[in-house]
């Protein structure tokens, strides 16, 4: 196994320092490879987590701000992935009758099947860290978990 000091070649001022660089070369690492499973589906990361938070809503529709908190990649452009999303038939968008500055969303039946289909290979998802045990895997969120309240 490689070590990250081995990887990037380079001197950490502390300890602190090389969690941090660590830390963004596993996750560019994990999402690199997450990217390559969902290109078979011709959907981005982000269009796949706004697939997501819609099928967790489902049979209920979600407003765009609700799909804007939950998003995973804050810095997105949620209307623009949206709009592709909508354009592939895979979500339905609507105005709100009751207050029309409020978009709302709902995953289409070809959305659901989609999902359904990645659903089959998410044990690839899972073996992007199956280099972890369970228990590893529980302290290590324990830990994310931790540094995320700050």
Known sequence: MTSIDEK???KFRNEYHRLTVNLIFTINRIMGEHQQLLKNFNISLQQFNILRILRGQYPHDA???LVKDRMLDKNSDVSRLVERLVKKNLIDRSVCPSDRRQVNLLI???GLSLLENIDKIEKSFDQIVSGLTQDEAKTLNQLLD???KQ
């Open 8 to 10: 990037i070649r380079g």
């Open 63 to 65: 407003s765009l701000n």
């Open 146 to 148: 931790k540094l995320e």
């Open 108 to 110: 289409t039946e070809k």
